[in-house]
């Protein structure tokens, strides 16, 4: 039963959340774009008024959402429901004008195999569990906006596991460059059904690469998945 049910049978709206529900509302209002602006949350002080909780537990329930990777915190910007923004989004808007898909991916197939590499060798258990989740949702996602909010997380997760902030930055800017760019608002037209399942199960190999630790394999699977990538993406566009 919600706790939208529960209220409407007569329980004091007013009683504060226990913190689990909290967090599973959190999630709701999230999925909902109830406390969004954009891509990021509302600010702390209206979430706190938003859900009736002190800003204490309001951040306990932001923790977990972050821990499970649902929520990508940035000093000074907020907190988004994609992973951020590179910190020079705005700079890389007029290089984006410039590159083609198959600049981006020659720079992707040179940089995310290392950083898968790295990744299979100094993520942590959290990190691990946190890829697993977003390889699953890379695998259950139900259309194209929903496999691209996923594919988005699942190579921005492994970036991070990478523990390089160097590395990280570049990818950032990759991703960035990617998102302006106006060659990649035509992968709803490329990315049929069956094709997004295919990237799916490598993404699959990928990850269970990483999480045995095994740092070669994971930067070959990664690279198949990128040649796979550029092959789909390069040719429905007569590059």
Known sequence: MTDRSLFANGMDSSAPLPQERLAARLREDIAKGAVLRGDRLLPERELAQHFGVSRARLRQALDQLEREGALFRRRGQGTFVQP???????????????????????????????LAG??????????RKVLAQATLATLEAVDQKSY???DDVFHYKIAEMA??????????????????????????????????????????????AILRGDSPAAS????????????????NQGQ
């Open 84 to 114: 951020p923004p590179a910190t020079d989004a705005t700079r890389l808007k007029s290089l984006a004008q410039r590159v083609s898909a198959q600049h981006v991916m020659e720079v992707r197939l040179q940089i995310e195999p290392a």
């Open 118 to 127: 790295l990744a299979a060798l100094r993520a942590d258990a959290p990190a």
């Open 220 to 235: 070959q699977a990664m690279q198949d998945h990128l040649r796979c990538v550029a092959d789909t993406l390069l040719q």
């Open 148 to 150: 691209d909010a996923a």
């Open 163 to 208: 523990q390089n902030p160097l590395f990280l930055t570049v990818y950032e800017a990759i991703r960035s460059v990617r998102a302006q760019a106006s060659w990649a608002r035509t992968r709803a037209a490329i990315y049929s059904p069956e094709v997004t399942a295919v990237l799916g199960q490598q993404h699959q190999a990928l990850a269970e």
